[in-house]
């Protein structure tokens, strides 16, 4: 059984940091590409990022609101894909999903068969 | 980026209705367009891919059509468990983007 659960949300100061864990079971994080999205009161959903699968170089993107704060990676062998979160403002409050997707070389496959229950971010002074 | 232009951002029907919501690409995104539906405290439930496919488990009376840049999403007879707010998705190019959503309520 898939199963994907994230943690490590909590409540923060703007300009602090925080990372996000999803723990996964039920299948290999490396052969599937991952992806976070968030839904914000401002909003709605709205897609943070992914990162490919081992086979497609394990490599990032992020979307624009988020470039050069927050950081995808992922340990293999403990099954967990994680969401570095720096330099958090107000607008990055929300609940944050992780995704399996799956995987399509370069592009997006879009594809995201299964989420986690999501965990709540909130960045205020 | 790809804008998603998704109307209407509310519904009110009765059970029995069909129920139509559509999304407009500011550019050609071909068949790359999924459809997701939120409800309160849950996460996305992923509905549609490539348009018009049912993911396994979604009632055949949820529907998509369209290509290019004009996309509909149809429920052809709105069942109290259909109450929930439904977003587009297009995926290519990078980045994604959502359209705003269309919150459904019953009459």
């Known amino acids: 059984e898939v199963i994907l659960e994230e943690s490590g949300g909590d409540w923060v100061q703007p300009g602090r940091s925080l990372r996000l864990s999803c723990t996964t079971s039920?299948?290999?994080?490396?052969?599937?590409?991952m992806s976070w999205f968030r839904q914000t009161p401002g909003k709605g959903l709205e897609w943070v990022g992914f990162i490919r699968s081992r086979g497609y170089g394990g490599t990032t993107e992020n979307a624009a609101s988020v470039k050069g704060r927050f950081t995808i990676s992922r340990d293999e062998s403990k099954s967990i894909v994680y969401l570095e979160m720096k330099s958090l403002k107000s607008e990055d409050t929300g609940v944050y999903y992780c995704?399996?997707?799956?995987?399509?070389?370069?592009?997006?496959?879009?594809?995201?068969?299964?989420w986690g229950p999501g965990t709540q971010v909130s960045v205020s002074s | 980026d790809i804008q998603m232009t998704q109307s209407p951002s509310s519904l009110s029907a009765s059970v029995g209705d069909r129920v139509t919501i559509t999304c407009q690409a500011s550019h050609d995104i071909g068949n790359s367009l999924n459809w997701y539906q939120v409800k309160p405290g849950k996460a996305p439930k992923f509905l549609i891919y490539d348009v018009n496919n049912l993911r396994p488990g979604v009632p055949l009376r949820f529907s998509g059509s369209g290509s290019g840049t004009d996309f509909t999403l149809t429920i052809s007879s709105l069942q109290p468990e259909d109450i929930a707010t439904y977003y587009c998705l297009q995926y290519d190019p990078l980045p994604p983007t959502f359209g705003q959503g269309t919150k459904l309520e019953i009459k």
């Open positions: 995704t399996r997707d799956l995987p399509a070389g370069d592009v997006w496959s879009g594809y995201t068969d299964y």
């Open positions: 039920g299948f290999n994080i490396a052969d599937y590409a």
